[in-house]
C-alpha cells in the first residue's frame, strides 16, 4: 500500500496537471435566488478564471451554499477536487502553475492582500447590511428571493435562519448597530481608497489584472446593476470614474459584452 508521502506526492502532481474542460462552478441561480453579496462572489470568482483563461461551465443549483464545503458561494469542481470562494480557488490555480501575480514583488503582494481584505470587511458587509438588516429591502427583495425556492412555511423558517447568521456575523465584526450613513461612509472611504490605488492604471497594479480586479469588478458591477429599493451604494460607486473606468473595462475585455451596456 502508498505511503503517506506517494500520496502526497501523487495529490502535488495531479494538482499541477493541465487545467480540465469539465471544469463546472457552482451557485444559486441568477434570475430568482441570488442575492447581491452572493452575486458578487460568483462574478468575482468568473473574472478570475477568465483573467486566467481558464475554461469552465457555471451550474445552477437551489443548494449551491448547502453542497459548498465552506458553506459559501461559489465554489468549483475541477476533477475531484471541490474549491469553494475566491482566495481558496486561487491559491488552487497557483497550485497549477497559472498566477496573476508572478510579476508583482513582496511589497505588491502585501498591498493586494490588504486592498482584498478591505473589500472584504466593508464593501460586502455593507451589502449584508443593506440586504438583511435594512427593513425596506429585506422585506421587498432579500426574503422573496432567499425563500423562493422553498415551499412555505420553510420559505420563512429558512430566511430567518439566514438572516440570523448574517446578524451575528456583523454584530462581531460591529457592523450590526451602524446606521445607514455611516454604512454609507464607510462604502465611500473603501471607495476612495481604491480609486486613489488605482489612479489611472487600467488595473490595480499596472496593464495586467489580479485577483483585486477581480474581486473589485464583482462587487461593484453586481452593486452597479442590481435593482434594490435604495440606490445608495450605487450612487457612492458612481462618484468614482475610475472605477467605474475599470468595470467597464473588465467587462468589455473578459465577459465579450458591449462597453458600458449595463452600467
Not at 55 to 68: H, I, L, Q, W, Y
Request: glycine share 4%; net charge negative; with cysteine.
Amino acid at each position: 500500500m502508498p505511503g503517506p508521502l506517494v500520496e502526497r506526492v501523487s495529490l502535488e502532481f495531479e494538482a499541477q496537471e493541465a487545467w480540465p474542460k469539465d471544469v463546472k462552478l457552482f451557485q444559486p441561480y441568477e434570475i430568482e435566488q441570488i442575492l447581491l453579496p452572493d452575486n458578487a462572489n460568483c462574478l468575482a470568482v468568473q473574472a478570475l478564471l477568465k483573467m486566467c483563461n481558464l475554461d469552465f461551465t457555471v451550474e445552477f443549483r437551489a443548494n449551491a451554499e448547502a453542497m459548498s464545503p465552506s458553506g459559501k458561494v461559489p465554489f468549483i469542481k475541477v476533477g475531484r477536487f471541490v474549491i469553494a470562494e475566491l482566495e481558496g480557488i486561487v491559491q488552487f490555480i497557483n497550485g497549477k502553475g497559472i498566477s496573476l501575480t508572478d510579476k508583482l514583488d513582496i511589497e505588491e503582494k502585501a498591498d493586494l492582500r490588504a486592498y482584498m481584505a478591505l473589500v472584504r470587511n466593508v464593501i460586502e458587509n455593507a451589502e449584508l447590511f443593506i440586504c438583511w438588516i435594512d427593513h425596506e429591502t429585506y422585506n421587498d427583495v432579500t426574503s422573496i428571493r432567499n425563500g423562493s425556492v422553498y415551499p412555505w412555511p420553510l420559505n420563512h423558517f429558512r430566511n430567518r435562519e439566514k438572516r440570523n447568521q448574517v446578524i451575528k456575523k456583523l454584530k462581531v465584526l460591529d457592523w450590526y448597530n451602524k446606521t445607514l450613513p455611516e454604512v454609507h461612509e464607510e462604502m465611500a472611504n473603501c471607495c476612495e481608497a481604491l480609486s486613489v490605488r488605482l489612479d489611472q492604471n487600467s488595473f490595480f497594479f499596472g496593464d495586467k489584472p489580479t485577483e483585486l480586479d477581480a474581486l473589485v469588478f464583482g462587487h461593484l458591477f453586481t452593486i452597479l446593476t442590481t435593482p434594490l429599493p435604495r440606490n445608495d451604494l450605487a450612487n457612492i460607486v458612481r462618484n468614482y470614474p475610475s472605477l467605474i473606468n475599470l468595470v467597464k473595462r473588465v467587462e468589455t475585455k473578459y465577459f465579450n459584452r458591449e462597453d458600458g451596456k449595463n452600467i
